[in-house]
């Protein structure tokens, strides 16, 4: 009975040693494993804090000097000072712009445009600053040409002086007509004198206009040069980009026509200036300027 008594205490004790050491296999396991676990966490820590740091940190500079070369393009924009020495002067900016823009288009006796030249930009007048007696299709300028004149008639009529367009454009057809009338009645030594053979008139250019005022009866006479109205436009014209085409001082030789007070064209404010105060006349402006058609 003792010994199986011992025998069944042995077998419980070995029992129990057994579970024990079951017990502290998986304690120690689960140390292993927790551990490895906590230094694996660790190293990914440490992993994800090495890129996240220095990669944001090389880019952002090298978007900060690309950002930075915009303002140095400006800085190039700022080479206006180097620009600025070989700038182009205003007055030969404003030549430039009037020239391509056709405002210093030249008609004389020597250059002629064809029966078809007709501008583009043909605007037309308000009838109340044009002569209603003469036709309609002849109260027409170029766009720009025509603001002007009407800002030239307004600044007039401000001052107390009433001035009006008797013709402005003309079409070939229409100056055709004209100048056989003339041949007609004066022969053709005088008519080519102040009347412009069809194709060289400065009318067909959309860029003048004969003016009159009724102090001469809306008459086209050297009587208008001497009228208020008329000395109203030789002093202001060309604060309008206007000239005198066809002055009294150089006249015929020069221009190839009679003195014309009453006949302004546009060729653009500096220009106009210019011509004006020089007391030139167009061909010789664009002689000056080297400018040939
Ligand atoms: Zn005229």
């Known amino acids: 009975m003792r010994t199986e008594k011992k025998k069944t205490r042995i077998r419980v004790n070995g029992k129990r040693l057994a579970v024990s050491i079951l017990v502290l296999l998986l304690a120690v396991s689960a140390v292993i494993f927790v551990a490895t676990r906590i230094g694996d966490a660790i190293r990914e820590k440490r992993d994800a804090n090495v890129p996240d740091g220095p990669d944001p ?5 090298s978007n900060g000097t690309g950002s930075e070369t915009n303002p140095g393009g400006n800085g190039g924009t700022g080479n206006d000072p180097n620009g600025g020495t070989a700038a182009p002067d205003p007055a030969e900016t404003a030549r430039t712009y009037a020239l391509e823009n056709g405002f210093l288009m030249l008609l004389n006796k020597d250059h002629s445009v064809d029966e078809a030249y007709k501008a583009a930009d043909l605007m037309s007048l308000d009838e109340a600053i044009c002569c209603s007696d003469r036709p309609a299709e002849t109260h027409f300028l170029r766009a720009e040409a025509a603001e002007a004149f009407a800002k030239m008639i307004a600044a007039a ?11 402005a454009y003309r079409s070939y057809g229409y ?29 067909q250019s959309g860029l003048a206009s004969d003016i009159s005022a009724a102090s001469v009866d809306w008459a086209l006479t050297n009587k208008f040069g001497d009228t208020k109205e008329g000395k109203w436009i ?35 404010v500096p220009v106009a200036q210019e011509i004006m105060n020089d007391k030139l006349v167009l061909e010789e402006y664009l002689e000056k300027y080297h400018i040939t058609q």
Do not use: M
């Open 157 to 167: 009529k401000a001052d107390g002086f009433e001035i009006k367009a008797t013709t």
């Open 175 to 203: 100056q055709n007509a004209l100048y056989t009338n003339y041949v007609a009645k004066y022969g053709q030594e005088e008519a080519d004198r102040f009347s412009a053979k069809p194709g060289t008139s400065e009318h």
């Open 57 to 61: 940190a090389v880019n952002e500079p």
């Open 234 to 268: 030789a002093a202001h014209c060309a604060e309008y980009g206007f000239i005198l085409r066809y002055p009294k001082e150089k006249s015929e030789e020069r221009t190839g026509y009679i003195y014309e007070p009453w006949h302004v064209r546009y060729v653009t």
